[in-house]
T-cell receptor, first 111, second 110 residues
Framework: GQQVMQIPQYQHVQEGEDFTTYCNSS?????IQWYKQRPGGHPVFLIQ?????EVKKQKRLTFQFGEAKKNSSLHITATQTTDVGTYFC???????????FGAGTTVTVRA | SQTIHQWPATLVQPVGSPLSLECTVE??????LYWYRQAAGRGLQLLFY??????ISSEVPQNLSASRPQDRQFILSSKKLLLSDSGFYLC?????????FGSGTRLTVV
């Protein structure tokens, strides 16, 4: 199955700054999903990207799916304390319903 | 609406004791079911998945087993816990591509 690599592992951000987390797959994906896990909580679905080159926005969050459908990014603008948590990307293969999760990017925010 | 229940929320067990964690899903039929483990500060490791009653696939060799006695019930078990079994255990279900996770069980083996 596919392996999904995610960087950086940790992101320390000043409140109000922007940051990006990146995700790369060893194989072409049918879709990529992003999840957020708040401290002490469980992963919660944020979004799914299916089309090559797709860009979706959720308020201050911008998600991109690469043209080759092997990489993705999450960009957060004007970081707030509510953005604290771990963001996981998860890729699904073209013939597989299982999700392969990246290691996650844990975000902390300095007020 | 679909909901997923997972219990207990926390568990402290001695080494060598048995384990049984249960997960049930409501509001959907024939879901794919998954057990994940998350070590402290780490990513999600898929342990088992099931596409139907009695159908279990294991992703990694380990001290654990899983069963699906009913369509919407998924059980994670161990006969004898090891210290290395400590972690955050998450059950998830999917019908479409999207996964929905339960609230998890924090297991500490002492």
């Amino acid at each position: 199955g596919q392996q999904v690599m995610q960087i950086p592992q940790y992101q320390h951000v000043q409140e109000g700054e922007d940051f990006t987390t990146y995700c790369n797959s060893s194989t072409t994906l049918s879709n990529i999903q992003w999840y957020k896990q708040r401290p002490g909580g469980h992963p919660v679905f944020l979004i799914q990207l299916v089309k090559s080159g797709e860009v979706k926005k959720q308020k201050r969050l911008t998600f991109q799916f690469g043209e080759a459908k092997k990489n993705s990014s999450l960009h957060i603008t004007a970081t707030q304390t509510t953005d604290v948590g771990t963001y996981f990307c998860a890729g699904q293969g073209t013939d597989d319903y299982k999700l392969s999760f990246g290691a996650g990017t844990t975000v902390t925010v300095r007020a | 609406s679909q909901t997923i229940h997972q219990w207990p929320a926390t568990l402290v067990q001695p080494v060598g004791s048995p384990l049984s964690l249960e997960c049930t899903v409501e509001g959907t039929s024939n879901p794919n079911l998954y057990w994940y483990r998350q070590a402290a500060g780490r990513g999600l490791q898929l342990l088992f998945y099931s596409v139907g009653i009695g159908q279990i696939s294991s992703e990694v060799p380990q001290n654990l087993s899983a069963s699906r006695p009913q369509d919407r019930q998924f059980i994670l078990s161990s006969k004898k816990l090891l210290l290395s079994d400590s972690g955050f255990y998450l059950c998830a279900w999917s019908v479409t591509r999207r996964y929905t996770f339960g609230s998890g069980t924090r297991l500490t083996v002492v």
